[in-house]
């Protein structure tokens, strides 16, 4: 992420919320988060690889998902939301381009860029 757009934007306050949950989910349901750094123009997040892709392309390339895998999703997707819950987060961008896949076929919540804090 470029720092001179973060702050052009005003969405220093953003990168801080998806670092902060990031480090503080450890939970089976949220992106790993690997190591954060930055250079003189850029921040990095480094996130754990998910070969399974996102919901999005998923229902992209089905067209129709199977009921009992759409069933399979939503159960899983309540207990991800569920959890950020638990840790008194709001997610509030959840769509299927922030809904990762893993390689057995579960689910992973991604960007959290506008996500609040419940304190």
Same mark, same amino acid.
């Given at each position: 992420? &470029? &720092?001179?757009?973060?702050?052009? $934007? @005003?969405?220093?306050?953003?990168?801080?919320?998806?670092?902060?949950?990031?480090?503080?989910?450890?939970? %089976?349901?949220?992106?790993?988060? $690997?190591?954060? /750094?930055?250079?003189? @123009?850029?921040?990095?997040?480094?996130?754990? /690889?998910?070969?399974?892709?996102?919901?999005?392309?998923?229902?992209?390339?089905?067209?129709?998902? %199977?009921? $009992?895998?759409?069933? /399979?999703? !939503?159960?899983?997707?309540?207990?991800?939301?569920?959890?950020?819950? $638990?840790?008194?987060? !709001?997610?509030?961008?959840?769509? %299927?381009? @922030?809904?990762?896949?893993?390689? @057995?076929?579960?689910? &992973?919540?991604?960007? /959290?860029?506008?996500? &609040?804090?419940?304190?």
């Amino acid at each position: 992420m &470029k &720092k001179s757009e973060m702050i052009f $934007k @005003n969405q220093l306050g953003h990168v801080r919320a998806e670092r902060d949950i990031l480090v503080n989910a450890n939970c %089976p349901w949220v992106v790993e988060l $690997k190591c954060s /750094f930055q250079d003189e @123009n850029n921040l990095y997040l480094v996130m754990e /690889f998910l070969r399974g892709g996102d919901l999005m392309t998923l229902l992209i390339k089905q067209d129709i998902i %199977p009921e $009992k895998d759409a069933k /399979f999703y !939503i159960a899983e997707l309540v207990l991800a939301v569920e959890s950020i819950h $638990k840790l008194r987060y !709001i997610h509030r961008d959840l769509k %299927p381009d @922030n809904i990762l896949i893993d390689e @057995n076929g579960h689910l &992973k919540l991604s960007d /959290f860029g506008l996500c &609040k804090h419940m304190g």
